[in-house]
């Protein structure tokens, strides 16, 4: 019986929620061990857990992980889901790295002051719909396929929804000119794994939880 | 016969300069078109060359690979520069990310404001000795080799081999606590592809000045 993967993170979304994504995904479940003093976190340093001092940290098949990126990837080829070859991984990679550009700008909004958030939102939001949503809304119409790389789910597609889902928290009309994200909005989640992990109870973090 | 790679950005580091250390350490020739102006990003966008209309942008195999670190996989993977197996790349993947975290604060220097200029040489210098240079010592000290993952060359030595000369560059004597990183430092520089990279003439582009700043205001702001 293996041990469940452990992830150790703040108690929110941050940088850590596109993982538990991945996982749920994946259907694998995970434990989570939330930071919620200093002396915890300095007790995981002290440990030698955090190879640069920082979290995530994700504990799996004997290995402690941390950067977010190297974590991901590595989920992604665990499971399946970067591609059949290299230039599918580079496209999933290039796929990924795009939504987690714009969901870092969505993290950091947390932490703007109050008279600057308003502002800060509304550009995010133009960046999704000028920069992010119509190159993937056009990959969709060109290969006229379900999932947008190699048709067969990956990680470029759990990385769209989970943005997709972020955005329509700030704006919930910003998929109103793009109808293929929003047909593939409805097919991601109703996929079961991704239905379960979007039902109450779920390890999912809220928008609350920065 | 196969073309070249093509890199599309300003003639300067930026974070293009990582993709030229990998292509130049895996013995690949590759040529340049230099972003001078915002006309022909411009041009760029317009044509849909840039996913996100983005640079940096590497013409490559067929492809115009965008995000920096998606064109370091793809070249490290193509080249052999990312271990032998799932756990190697991992840990080689940990190493780059850690260590290109480090070489932002270089690539964001030049565009700080002149009074916050010192105080980030500090900050530069305090996270490399705190954060991140202990880290890759201990590696080095435990396993006694050469390379950082797997006794061969990958992405890992590449990068921080790039960024401990950057941070030379500012602060001359930065290595001076990490013997196992000086000896480091010496070995890879003297890997043949590495070596030329390091001789004049190559594609390794100089410290930032002002003219680059400039041209990347000119190119980038609205």
Known sequence: ?210 | MATKPKLHYPNGRGRMESVRWVLAAAGVEFDEEFLETKEQLQKLQDGNHLLFQQVPMVEIDGMKLVQTRSILHYIAEKHHLFGKDLKERTLIDMYVEGTLDLLELIIMHPFLKPDDQQKEVVNMAQKAIIRYFPVFEKVLREHGQRFLVGNQLSLADVILLQTILALEEKIPNILSAFPHLQEFTVKISNIPTIKKFLEPGSKKKPPPDDIYVRTVYNIFMP
């Open chain 1, 1 to 210: 019986m293996t041990t469940k993967p452990k992830l150790c993170y703040f108690r929110g979304r941050g940088r850590m929620e596109s993982i538990r994504w991945l996982l749920a995904a994946a259907g694998v479940e995970f434990e989570e061990e939330f930071i919620e003093t200093r002396e915890q976190y300095e007790k995981l340093q002290k440990e030698g857990l955090l190879l640069f001092g920082q979290v995530p940290m994700v504990e799996i098949d004997g290995m402690v992980l941390t950067q977010t990126r190297a974590i991901l990837s590595y989920l992604a080829a665990k499971y399946d889901s970067y591609g059949k070859d290299l230039k599918e991984t580079v496209r999933i990679n290039m796929y990924a790295d795009g939504t987690l550009d714009l969901m870092m700008m969505i993290a950091l909004a947390a932490f703007k002051p109050p008279e600057e958030k308003e502002e800060n939102l509304t550009l995010i939001v133009k960046k999704a719909k000028t920069r992010y949503f119509p190159v993937f809304e056009k990959i969709l119409n060109d290969r006229g396929e379900d999932f947008l790389v190699g048709n067969k789910f990956s990680w470029a597609d759990i990385q769209l929804l989970e943005v997709i889902l972020m955005v329509e928290e700030l704006d919930a009309s910003v998929l109103a000119d793009f109808p293929l994200l929003k047909a593939f909005e409805a097919r991601i989640s109703n996929i079961p794994t991704i239905r379960k992990f979007l039902q109450p109870g779920s390890p999912r973090k809220s928008i609350l939880q920065f």
